[in-house]
């Protein structure tokens, strides 16, 4: 059993509370008002009593009553078995992402350095980061606008957001009085979760992902988190790149099997 990856598993699970949850025999079904899988899928976190088989016709039926595409997480800690199962049912695998984790606790000052520098970058080109412990309309907005790659609708995106109970940081880069960039950090069990990343097409490859992580891990060493995690999709190697230039080194890897 990979402990940390179940950890994590069930600090995303709260970090984005969807619209309707399921708990049936060790597994856990999520439904929201969209098509990403993130949050319409079934995550298979603890032991089964039931037969695979049986459970899978009926995750389909749940799916399939929802117009859904049946959808599992899976991750090293799934039993081969099911992930055998899946795929003799012509379920196909894709999106593989990589969960990432970065020590804080003695990153405080280099964080702090890293964000002088960056604002003295920031002062040059007329652009700055703003953090906010509420989702205020404007970031709402620029969260929902820019580029996530998600397949969700605004009304149950914002639901789903302003549902998070755990301490939140909203951090939004400026240029001028537009957002260009935004990203979320949750904090819960000693460790902040940064969750979508989003900088505006015009403005990538420009550093201000790195900027962005920097400033939400500064604060969250300041809540007192020891750890910081995100998720990454294995094809963006830029991302990665980026991650791993800040100090993020993989912890395991998931993936989703679809019919």
């Known amino acids: 059993m990979n402990f940390a990856a179940l950890r994590y598993e069930e600090l995303a699970l709260n970090a984005f509370p969807v619209l309707h949850t399921e708990v049936y025999d060790g597994w856990i079904l999520r439904f929201s008002g969209g098509t990403a899988h993130e949050g319409n899928c079934v995550s298979p976190l603890y032991l089964s009593t039931k037969a695979y088989e049986d459970k899978i016709e009926y995750c389909e039926n749940k799916f399939r009553e929802k117009g859904l595409p049946c959808v599992f997480k899976m991750t090293a800690n799934v039993p081969a078995a099911l992930d055998q199962q899946l795929a003799m049912r012509e379920y196909e695998q894709q999106d593989k992402t990589y969960i990432m984790e970065c020590r804080l606790t003695n990153e405080g000052e280099s964080l702090k350095n890293a964000q002088g520098d960056a604002a003295?970058?920031?002062?040059?080109?007329?652009?700055?980061?703003?953090?906010?412990?509420?989702?205020?309309?404007?970031?709402?907005?620029?969260?929902?606008?820019?580029?996530?790659?998600?397949?969700?609708?605004?009304?149950?995106?914002?639901?789903?957001?302003?549902?998070?109970?755990?301490?939140?940081?909203?951090?939004?880069?400026?240029?001028?009085?537009?957002?260009?960039?935004?990203?979320?950090?949750?904090v819960e069990d000693g460790k902040i979760g940064l969750y979508d990343i989003r900088v505006h097409n015009d403005f990538r490859q420009k550093g201000i992902g790195a900027r962005i992580c920097r400033a939400i891990m500064e604060e969250g060493r300041r809540e007192g988190a020891d750890t910081a995690f995100l998720q990454v999709s294995a094809a963006n190697r830029p991302a990665v790149r980026l991650y791993q230039s800040i100090g993020f080194e993989e912890v395991y890897t998931y993936w989703y099997r679809i019919r």
């Open 120 to 186: 003295g970058a920031s002062a040059a080109s007329g652009t700055q980061i703003r953090l906010t412990r509420t989702m205020d309309d404007s970031w709402l907005e620029a969260f929902l606008s820019l580029d996530g790659g998600d397949c969700i609708c605004p009304e149950s995106a914002r639901a789903m957001l302003t549902a998070i109970r755990n301490p939140v940081y909203c951090a939004a880069l400026y240029e001028n009085d537009r957002i260009i960039g935004c990203g979320l950090g949750v």
